[in-house]
């Protein structure tokens, strides 16, 4: 039998389901795509470009160590799967399913065309650990709110475990296949972008995985949320792409857990951080909608500012607002932000600023190395109140006591903004009290206690269906 693995956002040989099943065959094509349509995406950023780069190169080493190599190409993947899988006569063609509108468009469009050829086609759960269908109310229809989602989710843990897909001796590859090249970031779109991202590939995953579950998890549930710490596993992006598969998160860290009850409590809680991953992606699923507008639907009567001066201090963090700055400007020189950070400074532009959601959410998808567009949509509608909570506009971060409370000695601050760093302890994140002059810091652009009443307002106005104020 001759097949083909079309690696996605699956880059990885280790628990790979389908990548499994298709090394059955006596002769294995593994490919991967650089799809021009999400390249040119105006989502796309040039952080996360890098680190796919880097996560196919790696890949591509672990292919050949085992006696392979991989086939790259670039184009539109609807024409050139099938077109491969004729030249090869494939008789089966694998892939792990994706669950984004364009993805699912794009995996039927693929289907259609290799079965019309008469080519078996075999696609495999692999991205969360339920698909949306698996996780219902007894009503059969989707969970809207996370706590309920989440109960019946462990519920079906505990029924039916995941196991890791068997790990088999890969085949040699087919002898006259071009290999093609991995592009250049060059040629990707990618210019001159310095952000100091982290190691790609499978390998650095699972030890990433191994080091927080030895060291971290335990006081994962004290330290979370205090972004100066390195206390996070810091695993989105190689869960991103697919380069550790979550069952093996939820599998090695149950294990941890069992065999340290010290470590149980933090453990427990970084898991069901998985899950909300886990229940926003169903959401995606079951309402693609929410990447066009509000999951609550009365809230896209939103009237929300034209302030480009505000989204561009924001953008560049230079609000005033010493905890935001810091927190967007770690997003702007890491290609990541610490997920405390992530909630307040979304909370600040939609609620503080009165700036429209999806204009943060296209910002955070340019420049996270993570973005995933399930959890970005997810987080960002949490924030801004938009999304499946049932009482959520009344919650508007404080972005001066979430930097007290979360950063008390101006750690985090003075690492990203050093403007502030003669600023000693909490006073770095109230910079206007303090007769330590930081001149090259700039004013606040906001009162929060009179945006926050205008906030408010502009949501119950939404609520009613009345025009809210200016």
């Known amino acids: 039998?001759?097949?083909?693995?079309?690696?996605?956002?699956?880059?990885?040989?280790?628990?790979?389901?389908?990548?499994?099943?298709?090394?059955?065959?006596?002769?294995?094509?593994?490919?991967?795509?650089?799809?021009?349509?999400?390249?040119?995406?105006?989502?796309?950023?040039?952080?996360?470009?890098?680190?796919?780069?880097?996560?196919?190169?790696?890949?591509?080493?672990?292919?050949?160590?085992?006696?392979s190599r991989l086939f790259v190409r670039r184009g539109d993947p609807c024409l050139l799967i099938p077109a491969l899988a004729r030249e090869l006569r494939a008789d089966l063609v694998a892939w792990?399913?994706?669950?984004?509108?364009?993805?699912?468009?794009?995996?039927?469009?693929?289907?259609?065309?290799?079965?019309?050829?008469?080519?078996?086609?075999?696609?495999?759960?692999?991205?969360?650990?339920?698909?949306a269908d698996a996780v219902r109310t007894r009503e059969g229809r989707p969970y809207t709110v996370y706590t309920p989602y989440r109960r019946a989710w462990w519920r079906h843990f505990e029924e039916d475990p995941p196991r890791p897909a068997p790990s088999r001796r890969m085949p040699g590859p087919p002898p006259r296949l071009a290999a093609g090249s991995i592009p250049s970031l060059f040629a990707l779109g990618v210019r001159d972008e310095?952000?100091?991202?982290?190691s790609a590939g499978e390998e650095v995953a699972r030890r990433r995985l191994r080091r927080f579950l030895a060291r971290d998890a335990a006081h994962y549930a004290e330290r979370r949320d205090f972004p100066a710490a390195d206390a996070t596993s810091r695993l989105s992006p190689y869960l991103r792409f697919g380069a550790i598969s979550i069952r093996a998160c939820f599998l090695e860290a149950r294990e941890a857990a069992a065999a340290d009850a010290r470590a149980a409590r933090g453990i427990a809680k970084w898991l069901d951080e998985l899950v909300w991953r886990e229940f926003y992606a169903a959401i995606l699923e079951s309402f693609p909608r929410v990447l066009r507008g509000a999951f609550r639907r009365e809230y896209d009567g939103l009237r929300w500012e034209q302030d480009e001066r505000g989204f561009r201090a924001w953008c560049d963090g230079r609000t005033g607002y010493p905890f935001i700055?810091?927190?967007?400007?770690?997003?702007?020189?890491?290609?990541?932000?610490?997920?405390?950070?992530?909630?307040?400074?979304?909370?600040?532009l939609a609620k503080d600023l009165?700036?429209?959601?999806?204009?943060?959410?296209?910002?955070?998808?340019?420049?996270?190395?993570?973005?995933d567009p399930a959890s970005n949509d997810g987080g960002w509608q949490w924030a801004a109140g938009t999304g499946t909570d049932a009482q959520p506009f009344f919650r508007i971060f404080d972005p001066v006591a979430q930097g007290a409370r979360f950063d008390p000695q101006g750690t985090y601050v003075r690492r990203f903004v050093p403007e502030l760093s003669r600023l000693e302890g909490a006073a770095a994140h109230e910079p206007w009290l303090s007769p330590e002059r930081a001149p090259a810091y700039p004013p606040r652009i906001v009162d929060h206690a009179a945006r926050r009443e205008q906030a408010l307002a502009r949501y119950r106005a939404a609520r009613s269906g009345t025009r809210s104020p200016r």
């Open 1 to 67: 039998m001759r097949a083909i693995h079309w690696f996605r956002n699956d880059l990885r040989l280790a628990d790979n389901p389908a990548f499994s099943e298709a090394c059955a065959a006596d002769v294995l094509a593994p490919i991967f795509v650089f799809d021009d349509r999400l390249l040119a995406a105006k989502s796309q950023g040039a952080p996360r470009l890098r680190f796919l780069r880097d996560s196919v190169a790696a890949l591509a080493r672990r292919v050949e160590a085992r006696g």
């Open 354 to 371: 009165g700036i429209d959601w999806r204009r943060g959410e296209r910002f955070f998808m340019q420049h996270l190395v993570d973005g």
């Open 194 to 198: 310095d952000c100091a991202l982290p």
């Open 325 to 348: 700055d810091a927190a967007m400007r770690q997003l702007r020189t890491t290609g990541w932000m610490h997920n405390r950070a992530r909630m307040v400074v979304a909370s600040f």
């Open 96 to 131: 792990n399913a994706d669950t984004t509108p364009y993805a699912r468009r794009r995996d039927a469009a693929v289907r259609a065309s290799l079965e019309s050829a008469g080519i078996r086609v075999l696609a495999r759960q692999d991205r969360v650990v339920f698909a």
